[in-house]
């Protein structure tokens, strides 16, 4: 719904959010090209998947990833 509500987002925080997932970041990465900021710290249900779609939002200037357990060094090579 914030993708197609609000498509000018410059800035998101998402941190601590229990519920969100790898699939759950797509539309995040896709839908929203003005996404200079997101905090996803905490979400411990993220993993590689996510970082994947995350490397796909070129605008993103600054990502906060604090304890990500089950994001490993693949997963933050894909953000790029």
């Known amino acids: 719904a914030i993708c197609t509500s609000m498509p000018a987002l410059t800035s998101l925080t998402l941190s ?3 519920r969100l997932t790898d699939r759950g970041l797509a539309p995040l990465a896709t839908s929203l ?3 200079t900021y997101l905090n996803v710290g905490q979400c411990f249900k993220l993993s590689d998947e996510g970082m994947a779609y ?3 939002a070129t605008s993103l ?4 990833l604090t304890q990500l357990l ?3 060094d693949a997963g933050l090579a894909a953000l790029g």
């Open 33 to 35: 090209s003005r996404l």
């Open 16 to 18: 601590r959010c229990s």
């Open 61 to 64: 200037r600054n990502l906060g």
């Open 70 to 72: 089950a994001v490993s």
């Open 54 to 56: 995350l490397g796909r």
